[in-house]
């Protein structure tokens, strides 16, 4: 009898795991082990003449879970983030709060407010809450920065509709430190890893976002409203923080479009302005827009040029007009080797990237990238003697090669090498900077589906 009961348990559970239908529940268990050996030798700021090139391999590993049932789904993933070494060989620890370490980076569940005779026609309304990855259009401003081996994701509740082709979402996230007794201030520089916005370290304290989108026949469009809002302060003259009641709210709102012109031509473009009050309570009128085009030759190679502009603040200026991209992927858009809007500062004069994108697709299973940048200041580089320097902060080309071995296993290398200016190190801070800077990846994953 107890023999029978296992293999009635036995097939009650294969059928839940395997059965696409709406009686049962499904679960999917998938990972990942991404490890990318990196040689440094000016990534994300130049160098100067007596530094040495760095040399190291970095590794993720996740794990996924997910499960989908009746008006229900589930997801959670957890993820290690280290440097081959930077533990002993014996070190018994789970997790240390000055590195990465063992991290939960999503744990979500989503609950649809329709019945299936409604999402069955292709109609959405639905909750998501929990800690997710926010992507929208290509990243610029809400992105899960994949590209670092910890990524980017937000403990948020999202409200999404969806109907014939038009998309609105509702996010909303409130930042506490910890469970309090009384108050609700919050110190936007959390423990361990700072990951707040792109290079200022600072994390909202609230967010309300609402996104529309509608696709066309040729592409999409869509339309962003952002408030993130952070603790207000004050500093003595000792330089002491004091947490202070009340926020300071900063409001991003913009277009994007991406759209097919024939057969060949590829178009995006976005557009954002900002304003309200910045982390430190300075008043911002800031802007950017961008606009690329990609044009296949052939179907195996496609080029096309590109520009990107951010407002930018010159000095002794009392209203901040430095755009700030946000939580979006900048590895993405201003050159891989992270010079701009990344973890390494470079003032607040803003930018303008002109570059020419190029995709050859070899094969079915490689391709390669190659870029070419050319970086300048949006406002005036003047010295510490305030001499006017030029605008031009140099060039970049990026080579990226992509091998999928299998559908599980991906290859991929990269060479970048950028041309450095005196105005670049004037921004960078950097004394005596060697002129050229380089940097080479090797980054092999693994994403097994163990259960799918």
């Known amino acids: 009898m107890k023999k029978h009961l296992y293999f009635f348990w036995i097939g009650f559970i294969g059928c839940a795991v395997f059965l696409p239908c709406d009686t049962f ?9 991404r490890t990318r050996t990196e040689l440094l030798h000016g990534q994300g700021s130049p160098l100067s003449k007596t530094e040495k090139p760095a040399f190291f391999t970095s590794q993720r590993t996740r794990l996924n879970v ?13 993820q290690d983030v280290r440097v081959w070494g930077q533990d002993a060989s014996t070190n018994n ?38 800690r997710q990855e926010l992507l929208y259009d290509d990243s610029r401003l809400l992105g899960n920065l994949d590209w670092l081996q910890q990524a980017r994701r937000h403990d948020a509740a999202l409200v999404k509709y969806s109907n014939k082709g038009f998309t609105a979402h509702a996010g909303f996230a409130y930042n506490q430190n910890r469970e309090l007794k009384t108050g609700t201030l919050y110190d936007g520089v959390p423990n361990g890893y700072p990951a707040g916005t792109n290079g200022i370290g600072t994390m909202y304290k609230s967010m309300v976002f609402l996104y529309a989108g509608k696709k066309l026949k040729q592409g999409t469009v869509s339309f962003l409203a952002l408030n993130d809002d952070f603790q207000k302060y004050s500093l003595s003259e000792t330089g002491t923080k004091t947490l202070e009641k009340g926020t300071w709210k900063r409001i991003t709102l913009g277009p994007y479009l991406q759209t097919n012109l024939g057969k060949r031509w590829n178009l995006a ?14 008043s911002i009128s800031s802007y950017m827009y961008s606009a690329k085009g990609m044009y296949a030759m052939n179907r195996h190679l496609s080029i096309g040029p590109g520009m990107d502009y951010m407002s930018g603040t010159t000095a002794g200026a009392l209203k901040n007009r430095s755009f700030d991209p946000l939580y979006g992927t900048p590895h993405k ?8 809007y990344a973890a390494n500062g470079f ?16 094969t079915e299973k490689m391709s390669v990238q190659a870029d070419v940048h050319h970086f300048s200041s949006a406002t005036d580089i ?30 991929q290398g990269g060479y970048c090498t950028f041309l450095t200016t005196s105005s670049l190190a004037q921004v960078k801070a950097v004394k005596d900077p060697q002129k050229m800077a380089n940097w080479a990846y090797l980054m092999i994953s693994i994403k097994p589906d163990f259960l799918k």
Do not use: C, P
């Not at 997910?66 to 957890?78: I, L």
């Open 269 to 282: 473009a976005s557009a954002y302005y900002q304003t309200g009050k910045d982390k430190d309570g300075l």
């Open 382 to 411: 003047r010295d510490t003697q305030d001499k006017k320097l030029s605008n031009d902060l140099g060039n970049e080309l990026d080579i990226i090669a992509t091998y999928n071995l299998t559908k599980t296993i991906s290859i």
């Open 93 to 130: 620890r789970i997790s240390n709060s000055a590195l990465n370490g063992l991290m939960l980076h999503e744990a979500w569940g989503e609950i649809s407010l329709l019945d299936t005779g409604q999402t069955k026609t292709g109609k959405e309304l639905s909750l998501k809450i929990g």
């Open 25 to 33: 529940a499904q679960l999917s268990i998938t990972g990942q082990l």
């Open 347 to 362: 003032g607040k004069g803003g930018l303008a990237d002109f570059y020419v994108s190029s995709l050859i697709k070899a």
């Open 333 to 340: 858009f201003w050159g891989q080797m992270d010079y701009f």
């Open 66 to 78: 997910g499960y989908k049932g009746y008006r229900t789904q589930f997801f959670v993933s957890a």
